[in-house]
């Protein structure tokens, strides 16, 4: 993997213990971010939720469509194809959010069953079934009145 070299480079070179890159950071939201790699072969958005990616070692790509069960982060800035990046694992972030209605605050979020990358919000399932319950990613702490980046209080299962 080449070195980094996108807009948080200065960032990157921060490394308190002199032995690479910064790895984790609180984000000015206030999340936990961690250092992942962008192998997609696009470049991915500010507040793309992202799974693993199982072909490459420490690296990431956008959910699929269709309700993906495996997300493990947000985006918290864009990162260029073929280059580290900060993924947003827990606490505050925006995510970006497919319902044109928009969202209202403490919406459940989850993965979208009909855009890649993005996520669902809707009233929280009662009781949410054992997909669901791998498909979320947070709830809204904001609402939104179209599709676009939303504050969400970010976990997951």
């Known amino acids: 993997m080449p070195r980094p070299n996108n807009l ?4 990157l070179n921060m490394a308190p213990f002199g032995g690479g890159p910064q790895q984790v950071r609180f984000t000015l939201e206030g999340g936990l971010s961690i250092l992942l790699y962008n192998n997609s072969g696009a470049p991915i958005l500010k507040g793309t939720v992202v799974k693993a990616d ?3 070692d420490e690296s990431c790509v956008p959910v699929s469509a269709a309700g993906d069960l495996d997300p493990i982060g947000v985006a918290e800035h864009d990162i260029p194809t073929g280059a580290y990046g900060f993924i947003v694992v827990a606490g505050k972030a925006e995510v970006l959010i497919d319902n044109v209605g928009g969202c ?3 919406d459940w979020l989850g993965t979208s069953s009909t855009t890649a990358g993005y996520a669902t919000a809707s009233a929280l399932p009662v009781p949410p ?5 791998f498909q979320e990613i947070g709830h809204t702490l904001k609402a939104r009145g179209s599709a676009g980046l939303v504050l ?3 976990h997951f299962n």
Request: net charge negative.
């Open 104 to 106: 209202n605050r403490e």
């Open 54 to 56: 199982i072909a490459n």
């Open 129 to 133: 079934t054992a997909a669901v319950h």
């Open 8 to 11: 948080i480079e200065q960032d």
């Open 152 to 154: 969400a209080v970010v």
